[in-house]
Nanobody, 131 residues
Framework: QVHIVQSGGGLVQPGGSLRLSCATF????????IGWFRQAPGKEREGVSC????????YYADSVKGRFTISRNNAKNAVYLQMSNLKPEDTAVYYC????????????????????????WGQGTQVTVSS
């Protein structure tokens, strides 16, 4: 069965860190672009960070640049979002998603900013940053 399982969410104080993980099943991870998205109540969905297949080119939203790091371990069928110096405005449900993006037709920036319909989605995990 093709699916993605997320873990790593939780409650953290401002300035703290969390690492979100996605484990993928049923497809070849290294052929897929990965996106991390978040959605907070009353806010539009935001593409947080994306990483390409192959070259591993990355994109970060300005709101998280310098604080978050996206990575992938294809041998472990896993992708990660390391979040540091968390702020209350980071509170949201976070989703990871995978898309083949054949021939890289969509740029890495647009995979986050103007994303196509992704092929597969994780179930989401809540991140709450609060004191």
């Amino acid at each position: 069965q093709v699916h993605i399982v997320q873990s790593g969410g939780g409650l953290v104080q401002p300035g703290g860190s969390l690492r979100l993980s996605c484990a993928t099943f049923g497809f070849t991870l290294d052929d897929y672009y990965i996106g991390w998205f978040r959605q907070a109540p009353g806010k539009e969905r935001e593409g947080v960070s994306c990483i390409s297949s192959g070259d591993g080119v990355t994109y970060y939203a300005d709101s998280v640049k310098g604080r978050f790091t996206i990575s992938r371990n294809n041998a472990k069928n896993a992708v990660y979002l390391q979040m540091s110096n968390l702020k209350p405005e980071d509170t949201a449900v976070y989703y990871c998603a995978a898309d083949r993006n054949p021939f890289g037709i969509t740029t890495i920036q647009n995979m986050c900013v103007m994303p196509p319909p992704y092929d597969y989605w994780g179930q989401g995990t809540q991140v709450t940053v609060s004191s």
